[in-house]
């Protein structure tokens, strides 16, 4: 339906589509003055943590802005509470004439796939994954975008960091559900622990995540943050003093427990934790950060210019889609030396003499 005249039918469609048990779109339309793009619509449908979730949905909806103050395209999103909103949120933005539809989360793969079949004249990006039929195999489609971050890359110079960084020889992580977009980060991050070790003849220990077994910490869901509080807790008592949250706002809980506690750091994931979750400056060490806005603006330009492609994209660190944030309030305290190690073993990894594994890469 790209730039195309928006028949009779879809206000019809529009109002049946609304009457489903998705949460009713959110009208976000804007245009950039001079722009000649307000005949192109881009819709978002979030993940249940919310739009504000400080972590992966927020990064998609700056995308989102920011392609419509750039492009003056016209915009609209919807919020999912539960995952049983994603498929009627997308079925709403469908029938509201999108052009193209932007689904945020591994998540939403099923439902993304199922309606981008039902509609191919409907563009798709996802983030975090590839669309996926019925039984959760992954399909490729004419008319979806993936959009993949390989964080385990990342996360392998945050366990390096925490490594360097903890006076307790013990750090943590946990993850809100095991998924392969969350124990991605899990995995990198053990290995960055494992790298330190070898390379400085240390044994720091790592909580919550067994990478062989691939089983270890998780709250269940990315909305209960009293239980990531309680949990970070529980690692604290066991030594950790450095704890990397892989759970969008359950992460407000780790933050929480590290105030409580005296020489507890947290790394953040997604976005730089700082700049979202300013007030906890003094407690994050890091972020382990992953471009979904810009990823997610990029994809939307390719919509506007009709070049839109199917071919996946995939954040490294060579092409900067992902990498780690700032040390901020850190930035004196982490030790020269400890920053050009992790310089090193970033530019090896780029040139591909270390390779980071994980069973969830993309």
Known sequence: ???????TAVATLSAL???????????????????????????????AGGFDDKSFNESGKRGLDAASDELGIETQTAESQANADYAPNITNLVSEGCDMIVTVGFLLATATGDAATDNPDTEFAIVDSTAQDADGN????????PLSFDTAQASYLAGYVAAGMSETGTVATYGGLQIPTVTIFMDGFVDGVAKYNEDNGTDVKTLGWDKEAQNGSFVGNFEDQAQGQQLTQTFIEQGADVVLPVAGPVGLGTLAAARDADGVSVIWVDSDGVETNPDYSDIILTSVMKGIDAGVQDVITTGVNDEFSNEAYVGTLENEGVGLAPFHDFEETVPQELKDQ???IKQEIIDGSIVVESPSAP
């Open 1 to 7: 339906m790209k730039r195309a005249a928006k028949v």
């Open 17 to 47: 589509a609304l009457a489903a048990c998705g949460a009713a779109p959110e009208d976000d339309s804007s245009s950039a003055d001079g722009a000649d793009n307000s005949d192109f619509k881009a819709c978002m449908v979030s993940d």
């Open 138 to 145: 992954p399909i490729e489609l004419d008319n979806v975008k």
């Open 342 to 344: 992790v310089d090193a």
